[in-house]
């Protein structure tokens, strides 16, 4: 009997359609393109192979293409006839997750761990800053992640894709030594994962080597597709890594080239997370973002999320609409975060709406009211997921409101605990302004 590459058998008979279901899955731990092609390519070679369909059909929902991952999962679950009771599993994780459900799909996820805790596929649904734990909602999100992988991780001895997620749950929890010792494992082990680049870039944000992690992602990038699930991501942690050198004009060169709507080529959630976001600190850090560099990121947000979901998109979305000034539509948004906690289906909780209202009070220049509905709310922002290099926006957003109504002591006690555990030179900048 064929196996998968963790030796979980496979109910396919046919070698060419195992050789490129490996090669798919390998391409998704590695975030390298080419899965969707090579799940293709298994189910030509095998029409009844359900876990290539499954495969395609999480290939297709990371970047973003709902409907053909839907009709994939379609496709998976017809085939499960005569498959194991792992196979069906399998499939019933990711269809579960793409009906929507992820409460339904972390279950499934920890139930298929407990009995085959090797099917590492269906393991990544859980993992990383847009993974099932991170979007969970629960405040202690980071923790729940790193023990469930400290628990699996007897099962991984050897693996090149198991030390990045480990390494990253490890940086997320703020151990930075035992962060670096996996990833570092996992480049020697597979150089040109985005992945494991990805996690480097995370690692030298949270321990302010701002030239390495710089320096690194310029000689790694120019070899990774565009095209790739990462590349726009990879190229915001670039271009914060260059306003962290103080260099303003690299890091709109680098915004300009592969992270605004149209130059960037990645999963909707991405390009619209990391353009608002870079944006949005532009001003912080008081550099100029023109009105006309918000407006296609406004666009793209109508047509990309045209309806409220996933709290971690929705308040990107509200960066955008305070960016442009446009009250009316983040209102709107404010008011259908409510609705939605109303209605128990807000996991990131109430905050949501106050954080949101917040952004927009600070880009219409009224501070006090900025830090009236932030400062509560700013210890439950971690409930929206994401890591915190994504979520350290909203934080500095509070910090700038306590700086610009003077509030220097407030602003002063979060630089501190800020610097103790990373030398950035503008929060130590910053620290000096507050204390001046």
């Known amino acids: 009997m064929h196996e998968d590459r963790y030796g ?10 195992v050789a490129a279901y490996r090669k ?73 997750l793409l009906d929507g459900n992820a409460a339904g799909a972390l279950a499934a996820v920890r139930a298929q761990m407990v009995e085959f805790p090797r099917d590492a596929l269906v393991l990544s649904l859980a993992v990383g800053a847009f993974g099932l734990i991170a979007f969970s909602g629960r405040l202690d999100h980071d923790a729940l992640l790193l023990e469930l992988l400290d628990g699996l991780a007897p099962h991984y001895v050897g693996d090149w894709w198991f030390p990045f997620v480990h390494g990253w749950a490890y940086n997320e929890a703020r151990r930075h030594p035992e962060a670096r010792r996996l990833m570092e494992l996992a480049r020697e082990r597979q150089p040109r994962s985005a992945n494991v680049a990805h996690g480097l870039a995370h690692i030298a944000y949270e321990t302010g080597d701002i030239e390495g992690g710089a320096r690194y992602l310029e000689s790694w990038l120019p070899a990774y597709e565009r095209a790739s699930a990462l590349h726009c991501h990879l190229s915001w942690h670039l271009a914060l890594f260059e306003l962290g050198r103080g260099r303003s004009d690299a890091a709109l060169r680098v915004y300009e080239d592969s992270i605004a709507p149209g130059a960037s080529q990645a999963p909707p959630l991405n390009t619209l997370s990391d353009s608002a976001a870079f944006l949005w600190r532009l001003g912080l850090y008081g550099e100029s973002a023109a009105a006309e560099r918000w407006v296609p990121v406004g666009d793209f947000a109508a047509q990309a999320f045209p309806r409220p979901g996933l709290a971690f998109a929705d308040i990107h979305c509200a960066l955008v609409w305070a960016g442009l000034g446009d009250r009316a539509t983040l209102a709107r948004l404010v008011e259908a ?22 952004l927009g009070a600070f880009a219409a220049g009224d501070y ?27 934080e500095e957003t509070l910090i700038q409101a306590y700086l610009r109504t003077n509030r220097g002591a407030k602003a002063a006690a979060i630089l501190r605990r800020r610097l103790e555990r990373r030398p950035w030179r503008r929060d130590q900048d910053w620290l000096a302004r507050a204390e001046g």
Request: aromatic share 4%; net charge neutral.
């Open 368 to 394: 006090e009211a900025a830090i009236r509905r932030i400062e509560p709310v700013a210890g439950e922002v971690t409930r929206l997921g994401g890591s915190h290099a994504q979520r350290d926006v909203f």
């Open 8 to 17: 979980l058998p496979l109910t396919s008979t046919s070698d060419r359609a």
């Open 337 to 358: 975060f409510r609705e939605a906690d109303r209605a128990c289906r807000l996991p990131a909780g109430p905050g949501v709406a106050e954080l949101a209202e917040g």
């Open 24 to 96: 798919g899955v390998d391409h998704l731990l590695r975030a390298t393109p080419g899965a969707d092609r090579a799940f293709g390519e298994a189910l030509a070679a095998d029409p009844g192979f359900p876990l290539a369909a499954a495969g395609l059909a999480r290939a297709h929902q990371i970047h973003g293409r709902i409907p053909d991952a839907k009709a994939a999962i379609a496709q998976a679950r017809a085939l499960m006839g005569g498959v194991s009771r792992r196979e069906r599993q399998h499939v019933e994780a990711i269809g579960i």
